[in-house]
T-cell receptor
Framework: SQKIEQNSEALNIQEGKTATLTCNYT??????LQWYRQDPGRGPVFLLL?????KEKRKERLKVTFDTTLKQSLFHITASQPADSATYLC???????????FGGGTRLMVKP | DTAVSQTPKYLVTQMGNDKSIKCEQN?????MYWYKQDSKKFLKIMFS???????INETVPNRFSPKSPDKAHLNLHINSLELGDSAVYFC????????????FGPGTRLTVL
């Protein structure tokens, strides 16, 4: 079965540092991975998508990498701020591209 | 101008009851979904509809019955509620294209007593 795992349940960092979150998948490489942000009491919000043939994608202070050898995606937030505190979810698509399987999420806490 | 809306936001009910959660999207999307997020925060897909037709049913008990009167609405009806049904239920929509991102509603917290 296609699994996707986010190893850290929680990550605490100091404001201004770079947060790095890890997402690992099993079996074949998905065509793409997506990253979402979820705040307490709210639905997930899409942040970034990276395709299998892309090594890296950036959006403002966010950067995502896709390593098909390690079967891993890394999600970086540079110059982190307390407002970045949230749960971050990674998700992989299925073969047909019509279904996402989500990881368990990593709760990021950025301390001032 | 809410993109994906759900009602109610909170639902508290007794075991054995039947309840419904409504979802509407105004994004013009063709595909809608229901997800369940349990107490451990795992977000798991339940159903997916494309243009009012069921395309994914992920091993969900048949007490759960989705209904899509039109492509902007996907309601979830749950019969004979059980304690284990307590969770947050999210509706989402997408254009239905490959790699498509999903837009989630605010969630409905269901508590079964």
């Amino acid at each position: 079965s296609q699994k996707i795992e986010q190893n850290s349940e929680a990550l605490n960092i100091q404001e201004g540092k770079t947060a790095t979150l890890t997402c690992n998948y099993t079996n074949y490489s998905p065509a793409y991975l997506q990253w979402y942000r979820q705040d307490p009491g709210r639905g997930p919000v899409f942040l970034l998508l990276i395709r299998e043939n892309e090594k890296e994608k950036r959006k403002e202070r966010l950067k995502v990498t896709f390593d098909t050898t390690l079967k891993q995606s890394l999600f970086h937030i540079t110059a982190s701020q307390p407002a970045d505190s949230a749960t971050y979810l990674c998700a992989r698509g299925n073969n047909a591209g019509n279904m996402l399987t989500f990881g368990g999420g990593t709760r990021l806490m950025v301390k001032p | 101008d809410t993109a994906v809306s759900q009602t109610p936001k909170y639902l508290v009910t007794q075991m054995g009851n039947d309840k419904s959660i409504k979802c509407e999207q105004n994004l013009g999307h063709d595909t809608m979904y229901w997800y369940k997020q349990d107490s451990k925060k795992f977000l798991k897909i339940m159903f997916s509809y494309n243009n009012k037709e069921l395309i994914i049913n992920e091993t969900v008990p048949n007490r759960f019955s989705p209904k899509s009167p039109d492509k902007a609405h996907l309601n979830l009806h749950i019969n004979s509620l059980e304690l284990g049904d307590s969770a947050v239920y999210f509706c989402a929509s997408s254009r239905g294209e490959d790699t498509d991102t999903q837009y989630f509603g605010p969630g409905t917290r269901l508590t079964v007593l």
